[in-house]
């Protein structure tokens, strides 16, 4: 079966990198002849609001609208893509509120306050996973059908929160960083062993 | 769960940003009103200026960093990265970008140099860097100084994308012929290149720079999108291009959609149709600042 992996901006090359040595074939989806052959798919990060111009102008969005059965696994602006709540993005932003979060766009702050982390993930042994968060969101309520599997404490303007960063609903899975730059494929691994292919 | 290990401001975090805004387009706006329809034309991020290099070129004088304000006033206006730029080693307007939180900071030679022999020490900053290059010589040099990411200098404010392809091709170029270099070319290539042997060897183990590259300089249409991305470039950069054409909003959107269909000559040919006269132009041969010598 093949993943396709969502190759309209960002690193989506990364993501098909990781596939490669899980020993997967990837597709790229620029467009919606793109989904015919696929099974799973892969939202990387970049930017969603740009993201969220070209599902639109591509016909992808509405395409995806009809595969709801597809697997996404989806990493920061993929994250972004996924929830049903959006703040501090765009009026027009699309996202197909597959996964039942709020998310704060850019929540962790600017550039200068991008970070690595060393985290507890669920289900992924042994610790820890390196976690690399760029301009990230941050997930700020979780519906009670959502899955928390790993949380960061980070420092909020002085004050020490613990939010969740790695999130799972039924086939939908999604971090606030990119595993995809740190060259660790257990995440992906999880989401092909335990999602794509127990379906 | 564990918290001890948070690092900031690591490579992997300063390169990361460049990742990410591979596939789109950044563009130079020089103000708020601006700054919204590149972000409403789907622009990946911007870059605050006070006046786009055509300008720069057209009225002469000494170009410096932009007024704080004018950067502030962009952050506030878009959630996508604000980018600005800093004078040739002159880490003072850094610091002051620095402090002001810009997501990149762009040591250009669009800006007239403070320092005709250093640049600024980019290892200092906790803000990632990005800076023009015309040849693999010249990228690697910025990278050694920390440079996160590398974009050919073309030559900006011209909407001549010649001088772009030539760079894009200098630096694509030397690096195949590296990855063909045995154990004992590589040092003469250190040489000739003026650049870091641990460089060179990542780059002939590697086939490629260790940061991201893009292009910048002379992009005015979306087929120059499309040209540069299929000569290697990871993502554009657009300056005058797109504010001194007749419709911006329109051609912003185009370029976007050629950057990421570059391959695919019938949406490029779709996004190119009645955008309008483009920006003037002045051709290569008819210039008398030459912005892509600036940088040492």
């Known amino acids: 079966m093949n993943v396709g992996v969502l190759a309209l901006q960002g690193d989506f090359l990364e993501h098909i990198d990781m596939l490669d040595r899980l020993g997967v074939r990837a597709k790229l989806v620029k467009t919606p002849k793109d989904l015919d052959s696929i099974g799973a798919l892969v939202f990387p990060g970049g930017e969603s609001t740009t993201m969220s111009k070209l599902l639109e102008s591509s016909g992808l969005g509405e395409a995806l609208k009809a595969r709801l059965e597809l697997p996404i696994f989806g990493t920061c602006a993929g994250l972004i893509l996924l929830a049903r709540s959006i703040s501090d993005g765009r009026p027009d932003q699309v996202s197909f509120g597959y996964l039942d979060v709020e998310v704060r766009r850019n929540g962790f702050g600017r550039q200068i306050r991008s970070f690595e982390a060393d985290l507890d993930v669920l289900e992924i042994s042994p610790p820890p996973m390196k976690a690399v968060f760029i301009r990230a969101p941050v997930i700020e309520k979780v519906g009670s059908d959502v899955k928390v599997m790993a949380t960061v404490s980070y420092d909020f303007n002085g004050k020490e929160e613990s939010v969740p960063v790695v999130v799972r609903q039924g086939r939908y899975l999604a971090s606030a960083f990119h595993p995809e730059l740190t060259g660790d494929t257990r995440l992906h691994e999880y989401f092909l062993q335990h999602i794509v292919e127990s379906r | ?296």
């Open chain 2, 1 to 296: 769960m564990s918290t001890e290990h948070q690092e900031f401001a690591t490579t992997r975090v300063k390169r990361g940003l460049a990742e990410m805004l591979r596939g789109g387009v950044i563009m130079d706006v020089v103000n708020a009103q601006q700054a919204k329809v590149a972000e409403d034309a789907g622009a990946v991020a911007v870059m605050a200026l006070e006046r786009v290099p055509a300008d720069i070129r057209r009225d002469g004088g000494v170009a410096r960093m932009s007024d704080p304000a004018l950067i502030m006033e962009i952050q506030e206006t878009v959630t996508i990265p604000v980018m600005a730029k800093a004078r040739i080693g002159h880490f003072a307007e850094a610091q002051i970008l620095e402090h002001l939180q810009v997501d990149y900071i762009d040591e250009s030679e669009v800006l007239t140099p403070a320092d005709y022999v250093h640049h600024i020490d980019k290892w200092a900053f906790e803000i990632p860097f990005v800076c023009g290059a015309t040849n693999l010589g010249e990228a690697l040099r910025r990278i050694s100084e920390g440079a996160a990411l590398i974009r050919s200098k073309g030559e900006a404010g011209t909407g001549d994308v010649s001088q772009a392809v030539t760079h894009l091709r200098s630096i694509v170029g030397d690096i195949k012929k590296i990855t063909q270099a045995d154990d004992s070319e590589v040092y003469a290539w250190a040489k000739e290149l003026r650049a870091p042997i641990d460089l060179v060897l990542e780059v002939r183990k590697s086939g490629k720079l260790p940061v991201p590259l893009f292009c910048a300089g002379g992009l005015a249409t979306p087929a120059d999108a499309s040209l540069v991305m299929q000569l290697g470039a990871e993502a554009v950069f657009v300056g005058s291009g797109i504010f001194k054409s007749d419709d911006p909003g329109k051609r912003a959107r185009a370029i976007v959609e050629a950057t990421t269909h570059f391959r695919d000559a019938s949406i490029v040919a779709k996004v190119s149709k009645n955008l309008g006269p483009a920006m003037v132009g002045i051709e290569m041969d008819k210039i008398d600042v030459h912005l892509a010598e600036r940088g040492w």
